[in-house]
Nanobody, 126 residues
Framework: QVQLVESGGGSVQAGDSLRISCAASGYTSSNYCIAWFRQAPGKERERVAR????????RYADSVKGRSTISQDNAKNTLYLQMNSLKPEDTAMYYC???????????????????WGQGTQVTVSS
């Protein structure tokens, strides 16, 4: 069974940068969708970014495009989300999630992701 553990969240000032991590274990396939979701109180869970491990392709939500980078370190079995130019509206609980890739692509609907971490809080103050 895939296990995911997030870390690296914290409280920062607007304009700062932060890198959060997701350590993975128990995987048996080389082709997963692994995504970062975030959820603020009273709001729907939103997919921030995803990477398809089979081909390395990435996708980003419009809200973070151009200032965030999703990446993976195969040697460390870890997924990262580098966030720059953080804004107060980025404040949320951030989760990593995964599912086995099935054509045609990785979904944005969080209900379709099978494996979830416990979350790491990111708070951005002005």
């Amino acid at each position: 069974q895939v296990q995911l553990v997030e870390s690296g969240g914290g409280s920062v000032q607007a304009g700062d940068s932060l890198r959060i991590s997701c350590a993975a274990s128990g995987y048996t396939s080389s082709n997963y969708c692994i995504a970062w979701f975030r959820q603020a109180p009273g709001k729907e869970r939103e997919r921030v970014a995803r990477i398809r491990t089979g081909d390395g392709s990435t996708r980003y939500a419009d809200s973070v495009k151009g200032r965030s980078t999703i990446s993976q370190d195969n040697a460390k079995n870890t997924l990262y989300l580098q966030m720059n130019s953080l804004k107060p509206e980025d404040t949320a609980m951030y989760y990593c999630a995964a599912l086995l890739f099935i054509n045609p692509g990785c979904p944005t609907d969080p209900k379709l992701y099978k494996y979830w971490g416990q979350g790491t809080q990111v708070t951005v103050s002005s």
